[in-house]
């Protein structure tokens, strides 16, 4: 199976269920209210899946994409995408495991966009976004995109974040979250 990103350029996917693909309608609505953000920025994509918005991000050109990914098809189909996409001045990586140990393995690291999709029942929200927090893999100027079912959605607090904006778009939702203000 294929789908088509930013330049009508084709990448692939992996049959069946495994992962889900993140809609045309969903990637074009991040991506133009990033609009002007991405040109250079440093962007982690979580539950990466096919890889579909780490190569949008590639094709628009961050200069640094690192995916995490616990299916080792998948992170083969991601290689394969991201490989095709990024020019030879991009950097990227894909890291296949647990999503929280890989994100105590980026402690030091800081990200100026952050696309979280995992599988909606996973139950792995929460822990992940305390996870970016904890690690503070958010930079100061950055924001974080979570995909969601947006039935029966309880937004999460995390101290010192706050949310931005929340988008809906059929059975997707977004929430945007950014660094808040911190009280002196």
Same mark, same amino acid.
């Given at each position: ?59 628009r050109e961050a200069s640094l994409v690192i ?8 992170? =083969? %189909? ?6 095709k996409v990024a020019q030879q001045n991009q950097? &990227?990586?894909?890291? +296949?495991?647990? *999503? ?44 974080? =995109? %979570? ?13 010192? &974040?706050?949310?931005? +904006?929340?988008? *809906? ?5 977004i929430t945007f979250y950014r660094i808040g203000?911190?009280?002196?």
């Amino acid at each position: 199976m294929s789908l088509r990103i930013y330049g009508n350029r084709q990448i692939k996917t992996l049959p069946g269920q495994e992962t889900r693909p993140t809609s045309a309608r969903v990637r074009e609505a991040v991506f133009n209210i990033w609009q002007g953000e991405i040109a250079g920025c440093r962007w982690l994509d979580l539950c990466t899946g096919s890889g579909s918005m780490g190569a949008e991000a590639l094709c628009r050109e961050a200069s640094l994409v690192i995916g995490i990914e616990k299916s080792s098809r998948a992170c =083969a %189909v991601i290689q394969q995408n991201w490989q095709k996409v990024a020019q030879q001045n991009q950097k &990227w990586q894909v890291l +296949r495991g647990d *999503v929280i140990q890989q994100l105590k393995n980026l402690s030091g690291q800081q990200f100026d966009r952050i696309y979280f999709d995992p599988p909606y029942a996973s139950g792995l929200y929460q822990p992940v976004l305390e996870a970016i927090a904890q690690y503070q893999l958010l930079d100061a100027q950055g924001e974080i =995109a %979570v995909e969601h079912n947006p039935h029966g959605w309880t937004d999460i607090i995390i101290p010192h &974040w706050e949310i931005c +904006r929340q988008k *809906v778009y059929g059975n997707t939702a977004i929430t945007f979250y950014r660094i808040g203000e911190l009280e002196e």
